[in-house]
């Protein structure tokens, strides 16, 4: 990229943030089976306002490419920098698109090294839009990167049901924090989840259970056929600088 960097001009939303500078922590993501890190969440720090409150204010200008846009590149690059292991994770919008001219520029950035090493993980915020998702898988495969799919949040807001699964034929689904939580007591989410496990693994699809937050909750993870484990119990998000 040049000087400049990727957000270019002075007509910005609301909310002041120098997105060409802006920090990213990673969250570890552990495989059930070996307990070893698998890969790594890419998570946007912004200075002075949470995620949340950035996305929506760059929402309502309809700029929320840019979020798109950034959290590829600067997230792609802030790993590169860390010198981290395994596989990137990188949080999507379904309804927006990052521009061709921004996913060439991360695949020079990234290199070889990178090609084949992003996730990209849908999130429940914002509704599908097929003609972004098409041009977004197509802006990463001309590129010569070979990003697999997650679905996260699945179970709540879009990410609900067998459509979503169709749509994006994922190779890893995230299940929702909600059926995470104290889930060692509660048997209607164990039933729930173990259905999920089953049905999914059916298709061939790997699934990971986030949030996780307590000793109870990962042992209780640790005697299923869960393939990949997140959350606060196990690894906190870091900043690497």
């Not at 997105?19 to 998570?43: D, H, M, R, T, V």
């Not at 173990?194 to 993870?221: Q, S, W």
């Not at 196990?234 to 690497?240: A, D, F, M, S």
Request: charged content about 30%; proline content about 4%; overall charge negative.
């Amino acid at each position: 990229m040049d000087n400049e960097g990727i957000i270019k001009g002075t007509d910005l939303p609301d909310i002041k943030v120098d997105l060409n500078n802006i920090k990213f922590a990673f969250q570890p993501i552990f495989s059930a089976i070996s307990g070893e890190i698998f890969g790594y969440e890419a998570l946007m720090r912004p200075d002075g306002c949470t995620p949340m409150e950035l996305i929506k204010s760059y929402e309502k200008v309809n700029m929320l490419s840019k979020i798109e846009e950034v959290t590829l590149y600067y997230g792609t690059k802030a790993f590169k920098e860390a010198k981290l292991d395994g596989f990137l994770f990188l949080n999507s919008f379904p309804g927006t698109c990052m521009s061709i001219e921004v996913a060439m520029a991360t695949a020079e950035m990234g290199g070889p090294e990178m090609a084949d090493r992003f996730y990209i993980e849908v999130l429940e915020y914002t509704k599908y839009n097929a003609f972004a998702w098409e041009l977004k898988k197509r802006a990463m495969f001309i590129t010569d990167a070979t990003p697999r799919i997650v679905i996260d949040d699945y179970g709540t807001g879009e990410n609900i049901d067998k459509k979503c699964i169709d749509i994006y034929k994922p190779d890893i689904v995230k299940v929702d924090r909600k059926y995470v939580s104290h889930i060692e007591s509660n048997k209607e989410h164990q039933e729930i989840v173990d259905t999920m496990i089953r049905i999914l693994h059916g298709r061939g699809i790997k699934v990971l259970a986030e949030g996780i937050e307590t000793e109870e909750e990962y042992n209780y993870f640790k005697n299923t056929d869960i393939d990949f484990l997140q959350g606060f119990y196990l690894g906190r998000p870091k900043i690497y600088e």
